[in-house]
């Protein structure tokens, strides 16, 4: 009898979920480009989606927050599911919410999702002239080229938290943690070393990956110390108010925020926008929610939010008024902020369709746009994963690079096993997944994808298909990950196995990919998940810089070296294997490759890269010719060339160019 009623129960809610994802198809799509607010001096538009909704509110307010409403308009059903009103009259500087009546029940009154700007917290929507936001000469901002062709395997990417850029003393920065102070030049470390955005500059990186400023849920924008890497999305549109010096005010954060980004653009950096389509802050009682119950999210079969994110639910990209929203959002953040490029999290959650809509529409306004994100999820999904963009389908993702896990983890050891070493510190049966790294994860005779740590098939089209990379702000950063899995180094040695490290991501194929201040052995002091835990762990320490300054030279120097030889950036598969190729029967702990190609348009053209990830020395037999080492200052100055028996120290690379 208990295995009947079990089983009428489930029938019921599979009845209701079935009936619920009908309903869902069943709503119209709005085609219009006019969701949210358009503004005039002579009037104001809102035009929301709510198809369910029997009645429909506006609310206007003279504050952000607190106060009365002091005028309340209903809203006229218009076509394709949206509700519009108008107001004649200029209400510029006016807030705004919105709250529906579904199924006999007023919701809660919410900001629009389409908003552009709020005020303080994000509770309510503020009605802004966009010209109002611009800086000075906003109109002449381009993107700066960041090599002959702007193509995806020219950049060099480093990804950066706003405020840990500059909220330490060290970081000689005055408007400390906000868009203006990384906005400053002229910073410096107490021993007169650059910071900040001069620091980046002089590194040489091509783009800057911020992670997420739009409005997030985590930080109250009322006080000063509060800390999160925003990844719980509020308002999608809307630059966060922690960053900006008035919160309260929506048109201060949205000019402070094009200063900043004005401001790289005129050092000849890039900027690509972290952003997380993939789950709300909230949930039930989110915007979405409440305009449109159930429908911008997907359900298990029971009818209750699936959790592919691990954040209490996940966005449905394949629904085409959430898969519009998504696309008009990155198109507002190209065309009024002069956005180069997006990460998306947790890509794996989203649809191919949806992925490849975005993308062939921005790099039909923008051809040199960089696109990647994560190809994965934090859990399992109801949506059919050979639909979703996930790595292994990386190769039908067009312009679109995935993360490459595996020489990620080949590097450095799982993310997810803190004793567990890699190729760099020791773990010499790591070297497969690193060679499978070192050609972008594509197909290449060469390698056994049989020993490759996760994967066992290639996954990429092409290496511009790949993000090439050893650490990022998740899990253990670098030199936090080699002091806990080889606590019995020393620290010489771990600084030799952090510089190896460093040295395989960029001489790789692929899109390398730096997070900030690894050039100088940054340190969380071990927190492994860093999201909240505030600026005791999370500021960059500038002084470091000096402390660490050989290292950070190198990685100056690396970066110089992948920018003025081409083969280390070659752009398709055939490519790869025909100028790429392995040396073999090496010893334990060896990995040695020739890359075929002209340095400088000299008349040296080959390079070596040979890299030892073992305790011990090995001496290596090269094939016959003149080799001369790079980066080793004595090497470059005396030109003299190497004997066709090299050895290598332990923890060590070798980068060699030869006739």
């Not at 500059?201 to 739009?214: A, D, N, Q, S």
């Not at 966060?240 to 010096?245: A, V």
Request: aromatic share 10%; with cysteine.
């Amino acid at each position: 009898m208990k295995r009947l009623i079990l089983f009428c129960f489930l029938m019921i809610f599979a009845k209701q979920h079935t009936e619920a994802q009908n309903q869902y198809d069943q709503y119209p799509t709005y085609k219009g480009n006019d969701l949210g607010l358009t503004y005039t001096s002579q009037s104001s538009l809102f035009r929301i989606w709510s198809p369910p909704a029997a009645e429909v509110e506006l609310r206007l307010y003279k504050q952000g927050t607190g106060g009365h409403v002091y005028r309340s308009l209903a809203m006229t059903k218009s076509q394709s599911g949206t509700w519009v009103a108008k107001v004649e009259e200029n209400l510029k500087g006016v807030f705004y919410t919105i709250r529906t009546k579904i199924n006999g029940k007023w919701n809660n009154e919410v900001t629009d999702p389409y908003a552009r700007a709020v005020g303080i917290n994000g509770q309510r929507a503020m009605v802004v002239d966009l010209k109002d936001t611009n800086p000075d000469g906003w109109n002449k901002d381009r993107s700066p080229d960041f090599s002959d062709k702007n193509l995806p395997t020219d950049a060099i990417i480093y990804e950066l938290h706003i405020r840990d850029a500059t909220i330490h003393p060290s970081s000689g920065v005055k408007q400390k943690g906000k868009f203006l102070g990384l906005a400053e030049t002229g910073t410096q470390n107490t021993a007169g070393l650059s910071t900040g955005l001069d620091h980046i500059k002089e590194l040489g990186v091509t783009h800057v990956h911020l992670l997420p400023f739009y409005d997030y849920n985590s930080v109250d924008e009322t006080k000063t110390d509060q800390y999160n890497w925003g990844y719980d999305p509020v308002h999608y549109n809307v630059p966060e108010g922690s960053y900006s010096t008035n919160a309260a005010d929506g048109l201060t954060r949205i000019r402070e925020l094009k200063q900043m980004i004005q401001a790289f653009h005129k050092k000849g950096l890039r900027v690509v926008m972290d952003v997380v389509y993939n789950h709300t802050a909230l949930t039930e009682t989110s915007n979405f929610n409440q305009l449109v119950p159930g429908y911008y999210y997907r359900q298990k079969a029971d009818g209750s939010f699936s959790d592919a994110t691990a954040c209490g639910n996940e966005t449905a990209s394949e629904r085409e008024m959430f898969r519009k929203f998504m696309l008009e959002s990155v198109l507002y953040w190209v065309k009024e902020y002069h956005i180069d490029g997006f990460r998306f999290d947790l890509m794996g959650v989203h649809d191919i369709k949806t992925m490849n809509l975005i993308s062939d529409t921005l790099h039909k306004i923008k051809p040199d746009i960089l696109l990647y994100g994560e190809g994965w999820t934090a859990g399992a999904s109801p949506y059919p994963e050979e639909q979703r963009a996930v790595k292994k389908n990386a190769h039908l993702l067009k312009g679109i690079a995935v993360f490459s896990d595996d020489i990620r983890d080949g590097i450095k050891g799982s993310v997810f096993d803190i004793k567990d070493r890699g190729f760099a510190t020791g773990k010499t049966s790591n070297a497969e997944s690193v060679k499978f790294g070192i050609v972008a994860s594509g197909k290449h005779v060469q390698i056994d994808m049989r020993k490759v740590n996760y994967s066992k098939e290639p996954y990429t089209s092409g290496p511009d298909n790949v993000i090439t990379y050893a650490e990022c702000h998740d899990n253990n950063i670098l030199w936090d990950k080699i002091a806990l899995s080889v606590p019995e180094a020393s620290e010489a040695d771990r600084k030799k196995m952090h510089e190896l490290a460093l040295t395989i991501v960029l001489t790789s194929q692929g899109i390398p990919f730096l997070h900030a201040g690894s050039e100088f052995l940054r340190s969380k002091f071990g927190e492994e998940n860093s999201y909240n835990k505030g600026d005791s762990v999370n500021a960059i320490r500038w002084d470091q810089k000096t402390i660490h300054c050989e290292l950070n030279h190198a990685v100056k120097k690396l970066i110089e070296l992948r920018k003025s030889y081409s083969p280390l950036r070659m752009n398709t598969q055939k490519e790869v294997n025909s100028k790429l190729q392995f040396l073999q029967l090496l010893p334990d702990g060896v990995i040695a490759y020739i890359v075929k190609g002209r340095f400088h348009d000299s008349k040296f053209g080959e390079m070596l890269l040979l890299f030892n990830g073992s305790a011990d020395s090995h001496t290596i037999s090269v094939p016959n010719g003149i080799w001369i080492p790079l980066l080793q200052e004595d090497y470059l100055t005396t030109q003299k060339p190497l004997p066709n028996q090299i050895k290598v120290a332990p923890f060590s690379s070798l980068i060699l160019i030869g006739k």
